[in-house]
Structure formats: structure tokens, C-alpha cells
């Protein structure tokens, strides 16, 4: 695997060759990631984590996760193949074909399913429709859970930012850095809708409560688990949520330096 450029990733099932399970469950299950930086950082659609999260992985030379792509990529994996929706098994068993390939160089990132780039085809509306129903599935959640930690196993740099819903408190519950970054309702609605359009404000604003509201069932990811930075960015531009965001992990790692008597970059 190349995370640092496209990583071409099979979602983790039961079965195969036990070495190999033994040695995979190493990565998957550990709590400990290894001497990579791991930045967990949750947040609520249109809090800016995806962006914002980018960027401060450009500006720290660390590689960037965006878990919800998966999601995203699922169900448009679901949508191209004629999924039923309503039928969880269906979409469990859907996760046999899907060949997943993300990019975690924050610099060329980029989505692809089997030789299709779905980079901005994920985000569109009639996706997003989709992805709670895929997410919100128990047995999905888990594959994937353990494809994002074998991911950050293998990061080749300094760190990685993931970001997501549940990393802080399920992906990467001990990652040194957890940040909840999050805003106000309208401030994340007028975000969403400047990416997003296409939309009018209204479409815009009901399908993000609506997506909130379905994830929730799911996650919580609008409290701060113990241990876990609060940022709020309703009054902050993105320029000062990105130094925010950089600030903290530059502080956690000093801390770390000091506590170890060595020294990073």
C-alpha cells in the first residue's frame, strides 16, 4: 500500500489465511498506532472539518484521512449497482465488491471506486441522500472502522489528520491529539451552502439537519467525549480554525517532546 498517494484499500472481512488475520489484527485492534502523530478530529456536516483538516495537514506535511469519503463512496457504489437501501444485509454484502481507493497526500487527494474517480461525483446531492442509510449499518461501520485504522497503521509520515464523526471516540479513541470541531447551525448552513450550489438555502439547510438527525442515532458527535478539545468555529474564518488546529497539535507535540526528551520535526 502507498497512503501518502492513492491507497488502494479492501474492505476487512472474515475468513483467510490466520497469519495474516493475526498480523492485520495487530494493526486494526491496537489502540497504539505506532510513533505517527495521530490527529482525530469529529465534528458535524458543514463544521469545516474535511477543509480545514486538509489544510492543516499541508501546513504540518502530515497525511490526511477523510473516513467519511468511504461512506460516500459506498453509496455511490449502492446507487451504481442498483442497491436496495432498506435492506441492510444487502448493503453488508455490497461491501464484497466495492474497491475502495483513496488518496491521503493532502495534495492530491482524490476518491476512486475500482477504476472510477468518485473525487467530487460523492458529494453529490443524490449521494448524500444515501450515505446515513449505508453508515447507519452496525456490521458496515465496523468493516470500515477497521479499514481507517489500518490506514493510520501504515501512515509514512510525521502524522495524519483523520477526520470523521466517531474518530475521537471510536476509530481513534487514544490518538494524542482529539479535536471536536464544531459551529453554530447557521454558520454550518451557510458553509454547506456555498459548497453546495446547487441547492437553495432551504435544500441545503434540510438535508443537513436531516443528516445530522440520522447520524445521531449512530454517533455523537456534537459532545465533546472526555479528553477531547472543543473548537468552535461559529466566529472564527477558516484561515483562524486551521491555526487553531495546528496550534494544538504543535502543543501536544512539544508536550510529548518534553515528556520523552526527544525531539520532532
Known sequence: MTPARRAQQSIPEDGGDAVEQSRRAAVDESADFGEATVVAVDGPAGSGKSSVSREAARRLDFEFLDTGA???ALAWHGLDIGL???DEIAIVDALDGFD???GTDPETYSVWVGRTEVTAAIREPRVTAQVSAVAKVPEVR????????RIIGETRKAGI??????????????APVRILLTASEEARMARRSRE???ESAEATGLALRSRDRADSQVVDFMNA????TLLDSTHLDFEQTVD???AEVRTSRARADHGTGHSRR
Not at 470523521?164 to 487514544?174: E, F, H, N, S
Not at 467525549?225 to 477531547?228: I, N, P, R, T, W
Open 70 to 72: 468511504a461512506y460516500r
Open 84 to 86: 436496495d437501501f432498506s
Open 100 to 102: 475502495y481507493s483513496i
Open 142 to 149: 465496523r468493516r470500515i472502522t477497521l479499514l481507517f485504522r
Open 161 to 174: 489528520i483523520v477526520e470523521g464523526r466517531d474518530i475521537t471516540t471510536v476509530v481513534a479513541p487514544t
Open 196 to 198: 453546495v450550489t446547487t
Open 225 to 228: 467525549a472526555e479528553g477531547v
Open 244 to 246: 487553531a488546529v495546528v
